[in-house]
């Protein structure tokens, strides 16, 4: 990730500004200044059903052939505003680009159609139909405003609904039809008529019988039948045979009720590059085993899940009276990948230079294991003539059973007022198979082993933080961390329907030290002057840690989404250790945080740091709370706008010396929530989201005690230290 960018002067001034007048400016345009003297602009539509609430207007109102403009925050038409700042002059060839770009980039006018208002006047009519109001009606209220708009209403009232009577199962064919009247049936007698449950049951039979080997049954094959002439609002549902049935011939009717298994499975790659062996492993479909729909899509999602392929073909071919061959194609992907990075970084005052080279290969023993190999190297020039160098390296191996193994090393010097760290890592992970259908994700990593070792730092660090009775002092000794994880992920997300509303949470639980502890104890090893045990004199980190993150994205229309994000995260260390260290511990602030503040400038609590690297190593908490609301929009293919608003905090378990006002107190920290505002502007290109976000500042917990925590008048907004920009790779979440 790029890291954060701060930028001083007038520049960003004249940028908000100009933002500020573009708003203006567009809010201020005539929304009809492209509709014809003898047309209206549809301002407005809605849909109200007053005789039953239970009736769901939003979704009749999918069913409405012409709606008004987008709007953003349900009032404002941006890309009809932009639409209509294309001059009317096209005479020269600028003003002539000038209107084909603005036309490009925004929306024009939705003009008033009756004969569309009518078609949907039907449409609304057939679904109240299908929803069991078989009597009901549908008006217009028409409203017209000044400036030639127009507000339309679609008045339903929708009387009373039919519900079923009696539900007949007409299947000649005694297996099918016991599978119709089981205990899963859909349709129950008494409740309210909906074609949509109908479907649901029709859906729900055949996806039995293909899963019990009824290969050529189809969903078609199935139709229902209703009779609402009782005049009683009730109706007769009766399920059948579509009538095209009784037009098959003897072979096609003993096809259609056979039921079908396995006889061979064939294999057929474009490329040799997967063992047979691999491919058997993944799939699902067996010689000699039943045919099942869910054993193809189990088959395809496995297949398709594997690293080093492209895209799998599953077909069949009869080849005797019940059985069928399997033949699987498999078409080999891009098995090689590099990618290379070179950044410029600013913190602080600091300047730098960033390089970064990653490899992979996704089929490396030709069994669809992936192997990763990644090099970074870092160097910053320090404002007090300084420098700060950082090298890492890291290798991990994913076999196709979900098992990984990574090893990293991390060597950071930073001199000449600091220290010399290195960090070695080495971790084994399970990943948890997906099953189909399943929102859920685990993996669980299984050994977690991190040594840091620093071989040097300076005077100046060993006052500040090494004193005896520092509580960072443990962060920065030579320990272990011998630690076991759990993360679990769950999302609604379905790429087949990108447009829809979809949440994603996940919670990881981790912890760290309680067999060393229990080791240690039990053999009554030796304790270091702070009373913890040591390994080779060496103590190690006890911990229990635990995150949660919530997201929910908004799908307000096609382009325009509403995404909030809640993450709250504990970690308290115990028994061999009284801080938690400093690589696990959490830090405010930053592209994915509270965007107000720099990375790691916000916190704990009502701490405030004054700029320098060592005040840095103290603005880290035990407890994190963040809240986020962004608004995003697409204006082109390519080119997204957001709106947000970030809150949050972090706090230390304990009062600590080092850093004043950071404790979590239960009548305080929601004074101490820090909050801030902005706007930001997203690149598709892709491959990637390159983002670019402005924070400003609202509340800053750390001004309390200057009675000056709104950063609004009569204190005014500082360029320096209330406004940050962000530039990040991907979304914040």
Not at 103 to 123: R, W
Not at 326 to 333: A, F, L, P
Not at 522 to 535: I, T
Not at 632 to 641: I, P, T, Y
């Amino acid at each position: 990730m790029l890291r954060v960018l701060r930028t001083y002067g007038c520049g960003g001034m004249r940028m908000a500004g100009w933002l500020l007048l573009s708003i203006l400016f567009f809010a201020s345009c005539n929304t009809t200044k492209f509709v014809p003297q003898d047309k209206y602009l549809l301002n407005k539509v809605r849909v109200k059903c007053e005789d039953d609430k239970s009736v769901s207007t939003g979704s009749l109102s999918s069913y409405l052939r012409q709606k008004q403009n987008t709007e953003i925050f349900g009032f404002w038409k941006l890309q009809l505003h932009v639409y209509n700042t294309a001059p009317l002059d096209t005479t020269t060839k600028a003003k002539k680009r000038l209107a084909a770009n603005a036309k490009k980039m925004g929306e024009a006018p939705v003009i008033y159609d009756e004969e569309l208002t009518q078609i949907s006047m039907q449409q609304l009519r057939q679904q109240m139909n299908n929803m069991g109001y078989f009597q009901a009606e549908v008006d217009t209220q028409k409203v017209y405003k000044k400036g030639r708009k127009i507000e339309l209403t679609y008045l339903v009232t929708a009387h009373q609904p039919y519900k079923v009577r009696n539900y007949e199962v007409d299947i000649p064919v005694p297996e099918l039809a016991a599978i119709a009247r089981d205990e899963r049936c859909k349709v129950h007698k008494g409740e309210q008529f909906s074609t949509a449950t109908l479907d649901e049951e029709r859906e729900r039979i055949t996806t039995v019988l293909r899963n019990q080997g009824y290969f050529y049954f189809e969903k078609s094959i199935l139709e229902f039948t209703a009779d609402s002439s009782l005049n009683s609002h009730e109706v007769d549902v009766r399920i059948h045979l579509a009538p095209y049935v009784s037009q098959f011939d003897s072979a096609a009717l003993k096809r259609l009720y056979t039921r079908y298994s396995i006889r061979e499975v064939n294999y057929t790659l474009d490329y040799p590059f997967l063992r047979k062996s691999a491919l058997r492993r993944a799939s699902r479909l067996r010689e000699g085993e039943r045919y099942a729909e869910w054993r193809v899509e189990r088959t395809y999602a496995r297949m398709n899940a594997l690293p080093p392929v492209k895209y799998v073909d599953i077909s069949f071919t009869p080849v005797e009276d019940s059985l069928l061959d399997c033949n699987i194609t498999v078409s080999r992907g891009r098995l090689n990948s590099i990618a290379a990075e070179v950044e410029g970084t600013y913190s602080a005052g600091d300047w730098g230079i960033a390089a970064g080279l990653n490899y992979s290969n996704k089929n490396i023993f030709h069994g669809a294991e992936v192997l990763t190999l990644g090099a970074r190297a870092s160097y910053e020039w320090r404002t007090n003539g300084g420098r700060a160098i950082e090298a890492k390296a890291d290798v991990g191996l994913l076999f196709p059973s979900n098992v990984k193994i990574n090893i990293a090393y991390n060597y950071q010097q930073r001199r000449p007022d600091e220290y010399i760290r290195t960090i070695a890592n080495a971790g084994l992970s399970y990943i948890v198979p997906r099953k189909p259908g399943s929102h859920w994700t685990h993996q669980f990593n299984l050994i977690d082993f991190n040594y840091i070792y620093l071989p040097w730092m300076s005077d100046q660090f060993k006052r500040d933080f090494m004193d005896r009775s520092s509580v960072l002092k443990a962060s920065y000794e030579d320990h272990f961390i011998l630690d076991w994880s759990y993360t679990g992920s769950y999302s609604t997300y379905n790429q087949h329907y990108p447009d829809r509303s979809y949440l994603q949470f996940a919670i990881r639980l981790e912890t760290a030290g309680n067999a060393l502890y229990g080791l240690s104890a039990a053999a009554r090893f030796a304790k270091n002057d702070e009373g913890s045990y040591v390994l080779w004199k060496i103590p190690f980190a006890q911990y229990v840690k635990g995150d949660f993150n919530f997201t929910y994205h908004g799908v307000m229309a096609p382009k325009h989404h509403m995404v909030a994000h809640i993450g709250l995260g504990v970690a308290v260390p115990y028994l061999n250790a009284s801080v938690v260290p400093f690589q696990k511990r959490y830090f405010a602030g930053g592209a994915n945080g509270v965007r107000g503040w720099q990375a790691r400038t916000l916190g704990p609590g009502t701490f405030r740091g004054n700029g320098s690297s060592l005040v840095y190593d103290k603005q880290a908490g035990d407890i994190h709370l963040e809240m986020n609301l962004e608004y995003r929009f697409k204006v082109l293919s390519f080119l997204e706008l957001a709106a947000f608003t970030d809150a949050g905090n972090i706090w230390t378990i304990r009062d600590y010396e080092e850093q004043p006002g950071g404790v979590f107190l239960w009548d305080q920290f929601y004074k101490q929530i820090a909050w801030s505002y902005g706007v930001g502007i997203r690149f598709d290109l892709s491959i990637l989201i390159f983002r670019i976000d402005f924070g400003v500042k609202l509340y800053d917990p750390s001004r309390i005690s200057e009675d000056k925590q709104w950063r609004t008048a009569p204190h005014g907004l500082s360029w320096n230290d209330d406004m940050t920009f962000h530039f990040a790779i991907g979304y914040p979440f």
